[in-house]
């Protein structure tokens, strides 16, 4: 079973910090994908990535970056966090289709 | 372009009873179709997936069928249960299998 791993289920942060939220797979795909969950608005997509080091934006990039380093690891960067950006981030992945997700973090920031 | 379209919840069932959620999608070219299923406090889990036209997908009593010519992947279970209770998403990917689309959620409630 392909296994997306983010680093943490809940983040409290403060207004003005710069935030990094984690995400690893273990089955070597290529494309992952960053999307934040709001209640109504379903999923959107924020960045995604086909290889290591190349990134795109999705439908609401402002405000955040992301890092591709290692073909496993997709990070999300919130530069300076603000209180809009309080939701559920979620990461996926997927070779092709379908995507598989991870658990989520619930980010807060106060 | 593409996008996808579910009805709007919430929807309140009782134990057993039968389920439609609908979904329609807009889409060039070929698309696969998605059932995904988020439970209270976890991620999205893939439920069903069908790839091409006439394709019934299926898993856990639940069934989708994937209609062309109504550009329609209905979610569909004959009898639900209480642990069915979450937010089902229908999505689509594109034919190259890298942009996914997915619909705004259907909150399913079902009580004993």
């Known amino acids: 079973d392909v296994k997306v791993t983010q680093s943490s289920r809940y983040l409290v942060k403060r207004t003005g910090e710069k935030v990094f939220l984690e995400c690893v797979q273990d089955m070597d795909h290529e494309n992952m994908f960053w999307y934040r969950q709001d209640p109504g608005l379903g999923l959107r997509l924020i960045y995604f990535s086909y290889d290591v080091k190349m990134k795109e934006k999705g439908d609401i990039p402002e405000g955040y970056s992301v890092s591709r380093e290692k073909k496993e690891r997709f990070s999300l960067i919130l530069e300076s966090a603000s209180t809009n950006q309080t939701s559920m981030y979620l990461c996926a992945s997927s070779l092709r289709e379908p995507q598989h997700f991870g658990d989520g973090t619930r980010l807060s920031i106060l | 372009g593409d996008s996808v379209t579910q009805m709007e919840g919430p929807v309140t069932l009782s134990e057993e009873a039968f389920l439609t959620i609908n979904c329609t999608y807009t889409a060039t070219g070929y698309p696969s179709l998605f059932w995904y299923v988020q439970y209270p406090g976890e991620g999205l889990q893939l439920l069903l997936k069908?790839?091409?036209?006439?394709d019934k997908g299926s898993n856990k009593g639940f069934e989708a069928t994937y209609r062309k010519e109504t550009t329609s992947f209905h979610l569909e279970k004959g009898s639900v249960q209480v642990s069915d209770s979450a937010v089902y998403f229908c999505?689509?990917?594109?034919?190259?299998?890298?942009?996914?689309?997915f619909g705004t959620g259907t909150s399913l409630t079902v009580i004993p």
């Open positions: 999505a689509l990917s594109d034919f190259n299998g890298n942009q996914f689309y």
């Open positions: 069908a790839t091409k036209a006439d």
